[in-house]
């Protein structure tokens, strides 16, 4: 049975994103480059909602392809690339990108029989609503955090209406040497 896992830089006080989405407050360097890789061999599906998967769409391809991208990014970028993509939006009418689909919604029955699917496991990057709906649904199996040195103030917080209390159970710890933390859970 494949699980769903949220992979998501997180600052100290749970934002995924600015206020207008930006993520230029990441701490990222060759160490979380090199263990970013890592984790992508674990996946053979990514989740997106419309907003990621257009900021993923609209970076990876053109940082495969460009001379300056760093060999760690442009490791990460062939690993998306070559990766599953499901888009889950009701706005999008196709995709382009390789290996990529839409589904116009969530239904938690599709998502169960994704599950049960044989294979890697699938993983939401960003996409704060997919993630929201997916724990209201009880559909997520792991959270993996990256808790970057950082306090925004305000931003796109990672668990904003949530209907039920989640109980957790701590997986493991790593610390990097830029002081970003991740912290894993599993549901209990």
Known sequence: MRKIIVF???SVDGFFAGVDGNLDWHNVD???NKFVVEQLREFHTILFGRTTYQMFESFWPVALKDQKTSEDNRKVAQSINDIEKIVFSS???KVTWNNSKILKKIDSEEIKKLKQEPGKDMVIFGSG???Q???NLN????YRLMINPVLLGQGKPM???MKDKVNLKLRNTKTFKNGNVLICYKIK
């Not at 559909?139 to 792991?142: A, K, Q």
């Open 133 to 135: 709906a997916m724990t």
């Open 91 to 93: 706005t999008l009418e």
């Open 129 to 131: 609503t997919i993630v």
């Open 8 to 10: 998501n830089m997180v």
């Open 139 to 142: 559909l997520i199996d792991e």
């Open 30 to 32: 060759d160490e979380f």
């Open 159 to 161: 668990f904003k209406d």
